[in-house]
Structure formats: C-alpha cells, structure tokens
C-alpha cells in the first residue's frame, strides 16, 4: 500500500537545487529542475553510490562513483538501454513536497 509522505517546504527547494530525504529508513534525493520535480532513490543501482552530490546538466545526473549517467525524467540511461533509476512520483499541494512511497513490509507489483 503507498502513501504520501511530506518532505518539507516546497519554498526549500527553489529551481536548480536538489534535497535529500530520508523516509522509512529510505535515502531519496529530490530534484528541482526548471520547476519540474524529479524524485530518486539515493542509490546508484550500478553499485549503491549516493547520488546526491552527483553533477547535474540539464536533466542528466552523473554518478559521482563511476560516471554512469542517467536521465531524471525517464530514470534511464541515455539511449534507453543499460540501469535504471528508482523514482517515486513527487507532488507539491499547499506548497509542500511529498513523495508516495510504499508501506513498510510491501512492495510495488
């Protein structure tokens, strides 16, 4: 079962900044670009590196690990092919960030 989880304001998150999170023991990296929220687990899935402090062009984060990049709109590889990002839908009601995560003990199907 998911639900929403509140993260802060979303006047903290103004375009070109980025927030990290932690929900249910979850790292989760929130990005503001051009106004558009992208939300990601904090983990590359080559090997777990944080992404966090990964550099950011456009929508293509960087692995600051081992170079991978990835696209934050999609979760992909540039190219479509290779790993994929976790992301989880992201929203701003009453000017707060949430995120809808799964419950604890559940899994998406």
């Excluded at 998150?13 to 687990?41: M, T, W």
């Excluded at 979760?75 to 994929?84: D, F, S, V």
């Amino acid at each position: 079962m998911s639900r929403c989880v509140e993260i802060g304001s979303s006047d903290d998150l103004r375009p070109g900044q980025r927030k990290l999170a932690f929900v249910d023991g979850q790292s989760v990296v929130v990005f503001n670009i051009a106004g558009a929220l992208h939300a990601i687990e904090n983990s590359c899935p080559h090997n777990g590196a944080s992404l966090a402090s990964g550099a950011l062009e456009g929508n293509v984060l960087t692995c600051p690990a081992h170079g991978l990049r990835f696209d934050l709109a999609t979760g992909r590889m540039p190219g479509g092919a290779g790993l994929c990002l976790r992301k989880l839908p992201v929203d701003v009601r009453n000017g707060t960030v949430t995120l809808v995560v799964e419950s604890p003990g559940t899994s998406a199907s």
